[in-house]
């Protein structure tokens, strides 16, 4: 059982360039969200999903682009990265929303220049 | 706007003794509170939770205490050990949020020998 597995693990991008971070679970979760985290800043919301084809806005979604077509997979896509977007990302999944436990993954680590 | 606050960025204490954590939060509409704990290179891992109902949950070695009056909880280690050192996160959430959670910005536990 894999849990909540993200790729890639590291990326460095330069400035205007886009990307997508990808996000799968195999626990048959109904909802995925992604989080990003600043020093300083904690961990704070970008998109979230209740369950395929429904998606919504967090904390900090400008930049980025979300879609949920499968209930394994939520994607996360950079449109033209910036230097603010220098991040760790965390994607993480419950079994439902309201079910407050989150499992999330190990992360991905990207840098714009 | 810092709605969760962890105001102690690190914390030192000796295995086998008591580690306390301390969270505050200004939102009265939480309802729910956890703990997560990050090792690096790894994501945020589940610790303990408690509910607004509640004034304390135990479980092991981690027991959360929660001061609604107050607006504070803290999580506290008994005893401390070596594998306990990482980066504590306190997160807080509300009923009809749909699994969205406010963190903190974290303490560093490092326990030493």
């Known amino acids: 059982n894999a849990g909540v597995t993200q790729t890639p693990k590291f990326q460095v991008l330069k400035t205007g360039q886009s990307m997508t971070l990808q996000c799968a679970q195999d626990?048959?979760?109904?909802?995925m969200s992604w989080y990003r985290q600043d020093p300083g800043m904690g961990l704070r919301l970008i998109h979230y999903s209740v369950g395929a084809g429904i998606t919504d806005q967090g904390e900090v979604p400008n930049g980025y682009n979300v879609s949920r077509s499968t209930t394994e997979d939520f994607p996360l896509r950079l449109l033209s990265a910036a230097p603010s977007q220098t991040s760790v990302y965390f994607c993480?999944?419950?079994?439902?929303?309201?079910?407050?436990?989150?499992?999330f993954g190990a992360g991905s680590r990207l840098t714009v220049l | 706007d810092q709605q969760v606050k962890q105001n102690s960025p690190s914390l030192s204490v000796q295995e086998g003794r008591i580690s306390i954590l301390n969270c505050d939060y200004t939102?009265?509409?939480?309802?729910?509170f956890l703990w997560y704990k990050k090792y690096p290179a790894e994501g945020p891992t589940f610790l303990i939770s408690i509910s607004s109902i509640k004034d304390k949950n135990e479980d092991g070695r981690f027991t959360v205490f929660l001061n609604k009056s107050a607006k504070h909880l803290s999580l506290h280690i008994v005893p401390s050990q070596p594998g306990d050192s990482a980066v504590y996160f306190c997160a807080a959430t509300y009923t009809g949020t749909a699994s969205k959670l406010t963190f903190g910005t974290g303490t560093r536990l490092q326990v030493t020998l």
């Open positions: 626990m048959n979760h109904e909802y």
């Open positions: 939102n009265s509409m939480f309802d729910y």
């Open positions: 993480a999944s419950s079994e439902q929303a309201g079910a407050n436990v989150l499992t």
